[in-house]
């Protein structure tokens, strides 16, 4: 049997339902990702302490009104999984870089470019 860790995630209440996001609250509770999208269970951000949750929160909470209307409210909630992965170096960058658009990465983690070096 595998060992259960404990994480926090972020649970999405009271989203008024649209047409991007209403197949997922039809199948139960709508989560955010640690890319900053409204998702399932299987795709919820997980990170290792309750305040990097809390801060993930509080950052996103005017961005995720801005696209989902003001109804939107948010829960920091423990959960058990078997994964071992964390989103929290991608969590914390967006928070430091204040960067929660879900097809930007923050800076820091971008991959280093390649050294390049000219021919005479």
Known sequence: MKKLHEFWTIVIDDTELQWHTFAIQSKGDCFLSANTKLVSVDKAVLLSNKKL???????????????HG???????????????????????ARID????APN?????????????????
């Open 53 to 67: 949750a809390e801060s993930f929160r509080d950052a996103t909470l005017l961005t995720l009104r801005r696209r």
């Open 70 to 92: 003001n109804a939107v409210r948010s829960t920091v909630v423990s959960c058990s999984t078997t994964k071992l992965q964390v989103d929290d170096p991608l969590v914390q």
């Open 97 to 100: 870089e204040a960067l929660f």
């Open 104 to 120: 930007k990465r923050p800076a820091r983690l971008q991959p280093a470019k390649p050294l390049t070096t000219t021919l005479n």
